[in-house]
């Protein structure tokens, strides 16, 4: 006699979370959600749709009417489906095969955890001969200073080779919050913020309504920022997302540029776009193929990978996939990559053999019973 | 035994709202560019500037790009060459040494600051930043005949005896900003000034 069962069966919670109407009305609303939100698209923009239905725990329903997202009914049913597995199995050699089976399909629910917190979806865009060790958000914007090098009569580089940056997601620097930073040696205040504006010549922003397709979105930001230094200066500046060049701020007699825009993400690598080909359908601009060779750099070893359609690179928990690619003016060629960071990358495949194992025990056990 | 699952529960929903990244990050950010190319402009097309290859700066133009309905009076002799997208017409010298060009932004246009800094990186001029203030103040206002207040700075002022240069002047009109660079060796630029600021007075909305 198994002795967890009793102990369990005690819980009334545990017994009403065991509850199969849940696990039924689960899945129905899984699949309203899923043809709701793939049709909602079209309206909304796939970024939108996702946030509101996939993303969200709760959403209003025509602004008004609150309705789970997918995010809590996955969370109510894993727990059913948890609270089924502990109050109704009854431990049995003979049932070890659909035991592992179901740990295999809960352990699906984990690696869909796992890798929905932890996946960065980000892109590298390189020139022909340039290199990179970071890639930039799609929608996430920040704050980010890095020591400004105005000596010697260079003229200010955008990014000298190695630049020491420290960056605040700017979505999180709530208005007026004061923020003292040891690095800077300064303190700054964020007195305004707008996902979507236009800064005008005068540093006036005006604020627009954001875009549905968050990548059309420039921010602006009015920051005030000051040495930590007693009664140092107090300096105001007007960022713009759309400005591609910072602006210079001194702090206690040190220079920094300071930039709202596009979060950097660092790479565990340095990638080098080499060269990049592309075949055209004859006489149209329409790529038939395209494909990126690069060299990758990591503590001293150097190799050369071609990256092409369904062939990306990966490289720990990364994987760098041919993206698009544009050719300017002047006929020169980027190379754009779309980079996923998953740290959870493995588990599927591992919750899969799992399950396999489960079916494999199970199918071998009922054959040889048959057989007996 | 029932709070044990409750703490459980509260423990693993509080993480599945956790944040993937913290607030404030320090990174170190390697950039390498890629070796400067011969321009494959037509002969004599007017340079675009490297910053035109910026994916930001071409997302900021496609956005950005906007016909200003804004008139202005070709100085004596000049010649005037029609542009397109954003560029609204380039203006040459009668010597040929000087050129003019007229490009528009719809509204994002980086702000005063951040575009005197950007022209001065392109000049290769450093300025600490009390003599970038200073610079910027000490620009000259015009108001053209349409009352549009124009600012001009003249960054030959900076570097007197630069082969390359620039006069820059900016102004908002309505549902754009539209810039004026007038380019060329200093000394040139300042001879022709006069020309530059008659231009600067005679803009007007297109009626």
């Known amino acids: ?372 | 035994m029932n709070w044990k699952y409750a703490v459980v529960l509260i423990v693993v929903v509080t993480l599945s709202a956790c944040r993937n990244e913290p607030l404030r990050r320090e990174y170190q950010e390697a950039v390498f560019e890629a070796p400067a190319a011969e321009p494959r402009l037509p002969p004599g097309h007017p340079s675009i500037g490297s910053d035109m290859n910026d994916p930001a700066m071409k997302a900021m133009i496609a956005d950005s790009a906007v016909e200003a309905p804004i008139i202005w009076e070709t100085p004596d002799g000049w010649t005037e060459i029609p542009g397109d997208g954003m560029r609204l017409a380039t203006l040459k010298s009668p010597d040929g040494l000087v050129q003019i060009s007229i490009i528009s932004f719809g509204g994002q246009a980086g702000g005063v600051e951040g575009n005197v800094v950007r022209w001065l990186g392109q000049l290769n001029i450093t300025l600490d930043d009390q003599a970038l203030k200073n610079f910027i103040a000490g620009s000259e206002s015009v108001v053209s005949i349409g009352g549009f207040n124009v600012r001009i700075f003249r960054f030959t002022s900076l570097a007197p005896d630069a082969d390359s240069s620039m006069i820059a002047a900016m102004t908002e009109i309505p549902g754009a900003i539209v810039f004026f660079k007038m380019t060329g060796p200093a000394k040139n630029l300042e001879a022709h000034f006069p020309d530059f600021h008659d231009f600067c007075q005679s803009l007007e909305l297109k009626s």
């Open chain 1, 1 to 372: 006699m198994n002795v967890r069962q009793p102990l369990l069966a005690k819980l009334s919670l545990m017994k009403h979370l065991a509850n199969l109407k849940i696990t039924v009305t689960c899945l129905v609303w899984l699949l309203i959600l899923t043809f709701w939100g793939t049709v909602a698209q079209t309206g909304h923009g796939l970024y939108e749709a996702q946030k509101t239905f996939f993303f969200s725990w709760i959403f209003l329903a025509g602004g008004f009417f609150p309705l789970p997202g997918a995010q809590l009914t996955l969370w109510v049913l894993f727990i059913n489906l948890v609270s089924v597995t502990l109050t109704r199995f009854v431990f049995r050699w003979s049932k070890i095969g659909i035991l592992i089976i179901h740990l295999g399909l809960l352990s699906y629910f984990v690696s869909a955890f796992v890798i929905f917190v932890s996946t960065q979806e980000s892109q590298v865009t390189l020139l022909e001969g340039e290199a990179a060790n970071v890639s930039t958000a799609y929608h996430d914007w920040e704050l980010a200073f890095w020591p400004a090098d105005l000596s010697g009569g260079v003229k200010r580089e955008k990014h000298s080779a190695k630049t020491d940056v420290v960056s605040y997601d700017i979505s999180r620097l709530k208005p007026e919050r004061f923020v003292s930073d040891f690095t800077l040696k300064a303190n700054f205040v964020v007195k305004s913020y707008s996902r979507n504006a236009d800064v005008f010549a005068d540093g006036t922003v005006k604020a627009l309504t954001p875009d549905k397709e968050p990548e059309r979105n420039f921010p602006a930001a009015v920051i005030e920022i000051a040495s930590s230094k007693p009664d140092s200066d107090i300096r105001k500046m007007t960022l713009a997302g759309a400005d591609p060049d910072p602006a210079v701020v001194s702090i206690g007699g040190e220079n920094w540029n300071v930039s709202l825009r596009r979060a950097r993400y660092p790479l565990p690598l340095t990638i080098a776009l080499e060269d990049f080909k592309a075949d055209f359908y004859p006489g149209t601009d329409t790529a038939r193929s395209y494909e990126s060779y690069v060299k990758v750099s990591h503590e001293n070893l150097t190799r050369d990978v071609r990256i092409y359609m369904n062939h990306p690179l990966r490289f720990k928990s990364y994987a760098f996939f041919q993206a698009s690619y544009s050719i300017d003016d002047r006929g020169r060629e980027r190379s754009t990559f779309a980079v996923v960071r998953n740290a959870g990358g493995w588990m599927p495949y591992a919750s899969s053999l799992i399950t396999f194992l489960g079916l494999s025990i199970h199918f071998l056990m009922m054959a040889f019973r048959k057989k007996n």
